[in-house]
């Protein structure tokens, strides 16, 4: 035997990672554990972008639609690519993790950070999901092969830490470096990085069972025997036969539509929650990041505890109850809070938390549930059943997205003009308050023809909150007694209200003409010739300048300032702060919509509870577990005696 013939099976062991023998508890634990950190990499890849959306849009120059259409895409993609991952139950699941977990991690990296336009960025996200789309497949898969049914609660649990621990690194990562490195790419190096690591780390360590293996139904871990000894006898190809037909069946198309209604809040999370804070609530992208760690960490911890207590028990559908429920209450909190701008990020907090607990207890129960109600029907078309299940769901969530744009169109304006209008307003203040308070019309005739008097004298009454009629004489007094005005302006205010009541007061008359010559550097007879022409005003006109002539000045001079903003920038607020001025006071009710569209759809999730397998009863599903322990003796017992026999 040559070197050559030696070597060719370590050679294809990196390929061919199929086990022909059930794996004992350490390499299980390894083999699951690894599945379950690939799982966290994918999502926590394919939610970075979450966490610096806004940057995005606006670096990219995506328009709110734009950006919401290329997540549409993606998903669409990524449905696609869920349904054509059933083929792992043929092809096997570990390979396409892998691969999968270098090509996502690539793109992370270094094709997404360096995407120049849209149109590359939405090219790259959408063979991003394509990927995703069939490894988040392949991954549950692996979790059911590794795991009988006895302990899939726990394996569920740890699995579907895999979306939530993704979603909370991306948030705490968001959280504590935006600050020292606040451009968008650097979160999706760090996200590459740590992605590519766990494909190297996948690539030589994960392993998958032969499909005589992972084709049998596995109750516990004492079955181990009879389904190794069962492998050698059994038929892939026949177990597969009518596989997609065998799972188009009511008990698994309906819990999977049901459960993806279930998630349209989690996704709007991942997706949209930075957007939400910071335009219905002005929260910065560090501050919606913080508020939402929450929601995740507290859904990692139910989503283990629930796992664990579900096994225990021996029943998945009163924890889908209990869950659904809580999670009820804590969504119609927070959609009932959505209006109310004074609420604070801890009441915020709170109710996530209340939302995350309820649905990471009903979210492990199902997926141990769902998994089980495939094996009902056939074991060999797990996958198949998963595929289903990942279309379902990523069909729901490009529907859900899409309808975004119908549901809260508000966000559209704040996104895509609300940056420039703020960035002028916070520029600019005081012109900008001018501005919002001159009716646009007055504004443009003015930007037409400045020296038009009508549109002065408007804008100088709705800036000086006086009658136009008041305005107007004020403004013809002031042009008519300019040289007056100003001799008044240079006396004391105690003497010129001493010559008002007293015209003939030597005493005033002489301090008078010395505040004129001192203020106006006049002579002494240009002073006293002054205070006579003053002296002739009518009481009326000086009592009418005396009382609006300050206001009027303060409005001329701030209308006068508003020359200070560049041209563009006042057509700018011109054609859009009305549009989002209107669009920030519709955006809260809009997303409050949205939120109770979420809440509908868990409370859709529960009738469907019933139609999974499983027992309500702690003690039938025990019972259950003893006949089928039964079963196998009898079954092991058999084959013993037929080997004796032969």
């Known amino acids: 035997m040559t070197s050559t013939t030696v070597d060719r099976p370590q050679a294809r062991r990196l390929w061919n990672r199929q086990l022909e023998s059930y794996p004992e508890a350490g390499p299980r634990a390894f083999y699951l554990g ?67 977990l270098f090509i996502t991690g690539l793109i992370i990296a270094f094709g997404l950070p360096n995407a120049g336009s849209t149109g590359v960025y939405l090219v790259l996200f959408a063979v991003l999901s394509i990927v995703e789309g069939a490894a988040l497949v392949a991954t549950p898969a692996l979790i059911r092969d590794f795991s009988p049914q006895v302990g899939r609660g726990v394996a569920m649990g740890f699995w579907t830490l895999g979306p939530v621990l993704g979603s909370l690194i991306v948030t705490t990562v968001a959280t504590n470096t935006l600050d020292s490195h606040p451009d968008w790419q650097f979160q999706f190096h760090v996200c590459g990085a740590v992605g590519l690591v766990v494909a190297v780390v996948a690539f030589f360590g994960l392993r998958e069972l032969s499909p005589r293996l992972r084709d049998q139904l596995m109750v516990s871990m004492r079955d181990r025997t009879l389904v190794e000894a069962r492998a050698a006898g059994l038929d892939t190809r026949q177990a597969l036969e009518g596989h997609w037909r065998q799972m188009l069946r009511f008990d698994i198309l309906g819990p999977a539509l049901a459960i993806s209604l279930f998630l349209i809040l989690y996704y709007a999370l991942v997706a949209f929650i930075v957007v939400y804070f910071a335009t219905v609530f002005g929260f910065s992208e560090q501050k ?41 209450v804590g969504v119609g909190l927070f959609a009932a ?55 379902t769901i990523r069909t729901i969530v490009t529907l859900a997205f899409a309808s975004l744009l119908i549901v809260v169109p508000a966000t559209s304006t704040l996104v895509d003009s609300g940056p420039r209008v703020k960035a002028i307003v916070e520029a600019h203040p005081q012109q900008v308050a001018v501005l919002q308070k001159v009716d646009p019309a007055v504004l443009a005739a003015l930007q037409k023809n400045s020296g038009d008097q009508q549109a002065q004298v408007q804008a100088l009454a709705q800036i000086s909150g006086l009658p136009p009629a008041q305005v107007a004489r004020t403004v013809t007094l002031s042009a008519k007694y300019k040289s007056e005005i100003a001799t008044a302006a240079a006396i004391d205010g105690p003497t010129l209200a001493t010559l008002t009541t007293d015209p003939s007061n030597a005493q005033a008359q002489r301090r008078a003409v010395g505040d004129i010559v001192q203020k106006l550097g006049v002579s002494v007879p240009q002073a006293a010739a002054r205070l006579t022409a003053l002296g002739k005003v009518p009481p009326e006109d000086l009592a009418l300048l005396a009382k609006n002539g300050p206001p009027v000045q303060q409005a001329a001079a701030r209308l006068q300032s508003v020359s200070q903003v560049p041209p563009a920038d006042l057509a700018y607020l011109s054609a859009h702060a009305q549009d989002v001025a209107d669009a920030q006071k519709d955006a809260p009710g809009q997303w409050q919509t949205y939120w109770w569209i979420a809440f509908a759809g868990q409370l859709l999730f529960l009738p469907f509870i019933f139609v999974l397998a499983g027992r309500w009863s702690p003690k039938a599903a025990r019972a259950d577990e003893a006949e089928h322990e039964r079963f196998v003796e009898q079954e092991l017992a058999r084959l013993r005696s037929r080997e004796g026999g032969v």
């Open 34 to 100: 690894l599945t379950v950190v690939g799982t966290i990499a994918l999502y926590y890849e394919l939610y970075v972008q979450g966490s610096v959306a806004t940057q995005i849009i606006q670096d990219l120059g995506f328009s709110w639609t734009g950006f919401v259409v290329m997540l549409v895409v993606g998903n669409a993609a990524g449905a696609l690519a869920s349904l054509a991952a059933g083929l792992a139950d043929r092809y096997g699941r570990a390979n396409i993790v892998v691969a999968g």
């Open 288 to 328: 919606s990041n913080s508020i939402v760690n929450w929601y995740w960490a507290t859904n990692a911890v139910a989503l283990v505890i629930a796992g664990v207590a579900s096994d225990w028990i021996r029943v998945r559908k009163p924890f889908m109850l209990v869950g659904a429920c809580i999670s009820l």
């Open 337 to 391: 809070t959505a209006t109310d701008a004074g609420t604070s990020a801890g009441t915020f907090k709170l109710y996530l938390v209340i939302a995350a607990l309820g649905a990471g207890i009903a979210y492990v129960a199902w997926m141990a549930a769902f998994t089980e109600t495939v094996e009902k029907h056939n074991p060999a078309a797990t996958a198949t059943g998963l595929a289903v299940w990942g279309m």
